[in-house]
């Protein structure tokens, strides 16, 4: 046997990479033990194919993970000649004790060069004379006259090295030709799939080699891709970049030392009561500290932590805890660096907790929990359009405000404040201690009556005044409703700059006469959710929605529906197996409606059932029926509705929510919009600070409509005894409107619709139909499988506010479509024309978020722009605005193209071309099927000469398929469409931007 002469004729050498840990604890790798680099390269005379700087690079990037590493090489000699130099077969064996093992020649798919001398005796002496050895082979090449080599098979490796590798726990990397898999699939097999091995199917070259070295090891050392592929797996899992078959199979835990893998609760995250946390590192520590030295607690309030243990002994990587309490509290949790050791290294060279996985090491982590318990001020609308007759919105307004409280939980802090152009504290902040504390706050609800003026600005400082009552340390939240405009003072922009930062303000604007806008703005200047209500029965949905937002609960789902006397209507909701405090409820109208639940396994769950169960807990009222199921069971869940007594048939709404460890974060890009503009809606799905990627995530909007026909009651500034429209915001006059059907819009995680990168767990589209004034509702959904394995679902909803503007809107970028590949490094970019701008503003970048520009002009007249100078194989996005006399339009959408403007990197295969040869190829192709930067640019041009000059094709890329792909396939027919001979073709490959190649292809029929 011998080595395959395609390894030496092309130059190359293939890469692998093998990280071995303990043979029984074989999911998470450990440190490698030892900070020496033992490099094997027994190829001096090929010196251009295996320059020092590979693993000298290989050396740099580990380096760079704090190890202090010292580099040992064993090379041959000189080139030709009989000296094994320091490539003796010894140190090719000891090789496996080095803490980082580097062995750098050439091979094939089955084995392995272990030295290259001038004369077969050499060789034969190099393996210490005894050339029976059934893993050792010596031959002659037919690549170099000169040499004698010595093969080593896989069968070599697990002889001699399995014990090294166990006992050093070494990183090693195997980089030959054909490296995957035979000779590494062995080498992971001798550890007992305790390491993980990177190889390639051919023959790469040396800048591949090092490319991927690269990828790979910044990965690993917390130097790329924000630090969260610091795993073997992750490092290669992140799929696009690798070059030239580059695979991986082992165990995908390994990582470069101990580093942040995960923790809960996470940091600001809203806890029930009492639960069960942890800190987890990703990779396995020493038990030297015990676990209340490596993790510390500083508490506020009322709340015990306990149970601080590691989770097994000896090689560990877990801690958990146990805390319990009451009311409010805050945990601030520290994990120690210098206290999670890596299990594996040397005890001179223990590496310590590398915080933000990021090196170098000796980072601290550091994150808060709070309480389940709030502070809540609800602030009503009692002004005199509230009671007219037409609307009659306090009675509603009332009902739904009662639920709230109802819901809220003991620890809780609630008050109640009534305000027309005055105020009145109708239950003054009070801690929730029982049932009868919530009672009595409804009871306080329950005679407000309607009348008067508006002077939101004053409810607002009445509402903070019942705050300040309690800790203004704590997270705080007012719920402000109002039907109207502002007809009294204080103005609320005259109080606004008072409202403490840690006070948010959830807004609900109640019907078309409510000054939509200013709510809105409310909201989003303190970080609050505003909420449309078209009428008084969207109320109970509306606080139900606030009231999970302002614990911090996930919505799980939200449905509902009319039921009828004696009818029993079913609701399916997926809990996750991550959801570990769960809420499902129901609010109705006020008749007798009654939910029951029932368990995946089965069990019915009645409001008897649940006051047996130490786990449910039971709440009713006249318009609600409330569970609280701890630690749910995973799984499909139905909840029964029953109506029981209704004189007519009744509206009503389910909810379900709960905290959980898998969460979705949706939003806007702004709190405020205008006509035309477009809205960009975002997502971002994490399990357990984990990005969640391959989710189902879309949006459902409902959009305000102007058609006349379908017109609700307008303002009518007579519903309010005072009205003073020397007031700017006072006098503005809303547009009625009904909320039409939804639209639907598909938010994508590929990096080309507003969601940064593609695969990074943020998910984005624009929304762009916002012709229309007034408030624009979104309902967020997402569904998939999290990376733990479980289905779930989420809901998300809020609305914003569309206003007049006599600013132009917003262009839309048409070419290059978003996402296009091959461009010329000259394009052409066009948007679209906008009829009352005056002139345009263009920015080009290499940033999504545009934190740099490259171009950035106005006072452009045209819509279009020519682009010169762009480089070779570069992405960039792009985006324009408008200008007229009254201002600037906000930026476009934001577009993206690749450019390819080096032709001497275009593929053309399969060359030779042998027609119906059974391969699947109708044709030869100009251009990869896969890698971009191998493809035509666009536009291109193809053209086939016989060996003698004579034309036969001329194949134009995108005119010749319609597709501007960058790729042109020719089928092997002249321009007649007859068919062309066998024999050897000439082909040359022009662009406007000048470039030019020829090359030859062979047609074989």
């Known amino acids: 046997m011998s080595i395959l002469h395609r390894s030496l004729i092309l130059l190359t050498a293939g890469f692998l990479l093998l990280l071995t840990v303990d043979t029984i604890q074989a999911q998470i790798a450990f440190s490698p033990d030892g900070t020496f680099m033992k490099v094997y390269s027994p190829c001096a005379f090929d010196q251009g194919l295996f320059p020092d700087a590979v693993y000298q690079e290989v050396g740099n990037l580990i380096q760079e993970q704090d190890y202090n590493v010292t580099t040992v090489i064993y090379r041959d000699a000189t080139s030709e000649d009989d000296d094994c130099g320091s490539c003796t077969l010894d140190n090719f064996i000891n090789c496996g004790l080095g803490g980082f093992v580097y062995f750098y020649s050439h091979g094939s798919a089955s084995s392995v060069a272990g030295i290259y001398l001038d004369t077969q005796q050499a060789v034969v002496d190099w393996e210490g004379g005894d050339p029976g050895d059934p893993n050792i082979e010596v031959g002659q090449s037919s690549a170099y006259s000169w040499a004698y080599y010595a093969v080593v098979f896989p069968d070599w490796f697990e002889q001699e090295w399995q014990d090294y590798l166990d006992q050093s726990r070494a990183i090693t990397i195997i980089s030959t030709c054909h490296g995957h898999p035979a000779t590494t699939s062995k080498v992971v097999s001798s550890t007992n799939d305790g390491g993980v091995c990177f190889g390639y199917i051919d023959s790469p070259n040396v800048s591949t080699n090092q490319f991927n070295n690269s990828r790979l090891l910044t990965r690993m050392n917390g130097t790329s891709d924000n630090a969260e592929r610091r795993t073997a797996g992750r490092a290669w899992d992140s799929g696009s970049g690798y070059q030239e078959g580059f695979n991986m199979f082992g165990n995908p835990h390994i990582t ?11 940091d600001g995250m809203v806890v029930s009561s009492s639960g069960r946390g942890y800190f987890e590192t990703d990779t396995y520590c020493t038990e030297d500290a015990s676990a209340e030295e490596a993790l510390t607690f500083q508490t506020v309030g009322n709340v015990t932590i306990d149970n601080v243990h590691w989770v097994g002994s000896g090689q560990v990587n877990r801690i958990e805890f146990d805390w319990d309490g009451n009311g409010y509290f805050e945990v601030t949790t520290t994990a120690h660096a210098d206290k999670f050791k890596s299990w594996g290294a040397a005890v001179s060279n223990s590496h310590a907790l590398d915080g933000d996985r990021v090196s170098p090491n000796g980072d601290d982590v550091e994150f808060e929990f709070f309480a389940g318990s709030v502070d809540v001020a609800l602030v009503i609308d009692k002004s005199g359009s509230m009671g007219s007759g037409y609307s009659n919105y306090i009675v509603p307004a009332k009902i739904a405000a009662s639920t709230f409280v109802g819901f809220m939980q003991v620890g809780d802090n609630l008050a109640v404040v009534s305000f027309n152009s005055g105020q009145t504290v109708n239950f003054p902040m009070t801690m929730i201690t029982s049932p009868a504390t919530i009672a009595a706050a409804q009871s306080a609800i329950a005679p407000i009556s309607a009348g008067g003026s508006t002077a939101i600005g004053g409810a607002m400082t009445a509402g903070q005044g019942q705050l300040n009552i309690v800790d203004e340390g704590f997270p705080q939240a007012m719920v402000l409703l109002s039907d109207g405009y502002e007809t009294a003072g204080p103005y609320v922009s005259q109080v606004i700059g008072s409202i403490r930062d840690n006070v948010d303000i959830y807004t609900i604007a109640l019907g078309p006469d409510s000054d939509q806008g200013l709510l809105n703005s ?16 969207d109320l109970l949905a509306l606080y139900n929605i606030i009231r999970s937002a302002v614990v911090g609960q996930q919505t799980i789902v939200m449905d509902g529906g009319t039921i009828d006397q004696g009818e029993n209507l079913f609701h399916s909701v997926l809990i996750d197996q991550l959801a570990f405090f769960v809420n499902f409820s129901m609010v109705f109208e006020g008749s007798d409606v009654d939910l029951e639940l029932i368990t995946p396994s089965g069990l019915t769950i009645d409001s008897a059932a649940a006051s047996l169960d130490p786990d449910i807990d039971f709440t009713e009222g006249s318009t609600y029926d409330y569970y609280i199921v701890h630690s749910p069971e995973a799984g499909e869940w139905q909840l029964s509705v029953i109506g029981t007594d209704l004189p007519a048939p009744e509206h009503y709404t389910i909810s379900v929510q709960g905290f959980s460890t898998l969460t979705m974060d949706a939003y806007l890009d702004k709190g405020e919009y205008d006509e035309n503009q477009p809205i960009l809606v975002g997502a971002e799905v994490t399990e357990e600070g984990q990005i969640i990627t391959g989710s189902s995530v879309w949006v459902e909007v409902q959009v305000p409509t102007t058609l006349a026909s379908n017109y609700i009651l307008g303002y009518n500034p007579a519903h309010e005894v005072e009205r003073d429209l020397n007031n700017p915001i006072g006098s503005k006059l809303p547009v009625p409107y009904y909320l ?43 569904s998939g499988v999290g990376n733990l394995g479980g289905q779930f679902t989420r809901e998300s909803t809020f609305s914003t506010f569309v206003s007049a503007s006599n600013r132009p809107a917003a262009p839309l970028p048409v070419t290059p479509i978003n996402g296009a590949i091959g461009l010329p490094a000259s394009p052409m970019l066009v948007w679209t024309s906008i009829t009352d701008a005056n002139s345009y503003s263009l920015q080009l970048s290499t940033e999504y978020d545009f934190s740099t520009t490259i171009l950035d002009t106005t006072g452009l007249i045209d819509s279009t722009f020519a682009v010169v100078g762009l480089g070779n194989n570069a992405q960039y996005y792009w985006r324009v605005s408008s200008v007229n006399y009254y201002g600037t339009s906000d930026w476009s959408i934001v577009n993206s193209f690749q450019t390819i403007t080096n032709l001497n990197d275009v593929v053309v295969y399969p060359n030779p071309y042998k027609p119906h040869s059974g391969l699947g190829h109708t044709g030869i192709s100009f251009g990869h099927p896969t890698d971009a930067t191998k493809r035509l640019t666009v536009p291109a041009t193809v053209e086939i000469y016989t060996i003698a000059g004579e034309k036969v094709r001329t194949l134009k890329e995108p005119e010749s398929d319609g597709d501007p792909n960058g790729i042109i396939e020719w089928d092997v027919t002249n321009d007649s469409g007859e068919d062309v001979v066998s024999g050897i073709y000439l082909y040359r490959i022009s662009n406007p931007s000048d470039e030019e190649i020829i090359g030859k292809l062979a047609i074989i029929r």
């Open 522 to 537: 409310i909201a989003a200047t303190t970080s609050g959710i505003y909420l449309y209500a078209p009428g008084g029965s």
């Open 256 to 266: 470069l030392c101990p580093a942040t893998e995960e923790y809960y609760p996470q």
């Open 740 to 782: 039409a059907s939804p639209d639907s819009l598909t938010l994508y995680d590929d990096g080309i619709h507003g969601d940064a990168e593609a695969g990074d767990g943020i998910y984005g589209n624009y929304f762009t139909n916002t012709e229309n004034t007034g408030s624009y509702t979104f309902t967020v959904y997402a």
